[in-house]
């Protein structure tokens, strides 16, 4: 059985930074893919950031220059480095990690306030 334990959120102040950790356990390797969507208030769930196994990443176009992704495979952890923290980051962060299926955290929510 998968889990993974999302922390780091909170509430911050416009330009402010965060740092998102999510620690995912129950299998022996590492995942193939680990990553952060977001789901703001009435809007759907998006990709935020995304990092497979060599290293590759991708980020959603509002984020990028602000946001960074970066693993630990030894811990099987994932993190996000959130700088500049603008309002409309507001949203609950959602880990997904991915071995052969997808999985995903519970969630952390982060508020920016302006």
């Known amino acids: 059985q998968v889990q993974l334990v999302e922390s780091g959120g909170g509430l911050v102040q416009a330009g402010g930074s965060l740092r998102l950790s999510c620690a995912a356990s129950?299998?022996?390797?590492?995942?193939?893919?680990m990553g952060w969507y977001r789901q703001a208030p009435g809007k759907q769930r998006e990709l935020v950031a995304r990092?497979?196994?060599?290293?590759?990443?991708n980020y959603a176009d509002s984020v990028k220059g602000r946001f960074t992704i970066t693993r630990d495979n030894g811990k099987n952890t994932v993190y996000l480095q959130m700088n500049s923290l603008k309002p409309e980051d507001t949203g609950v962060y959602y880990c997904?990690?991915?071995?052969?299926?997808?999985?995903w955290g519970k969630g952390t929510l982060v508020t920016v306030s302006s």
């Open positions: 990092i497979n196994s060599g290293g590759s990443t």
């Open positions: 129950g299998r022996n390797f590492s995942p193939n893919a």
């Open positions: 997904n990690v991915v071995y052969v299926l997808a999985y």
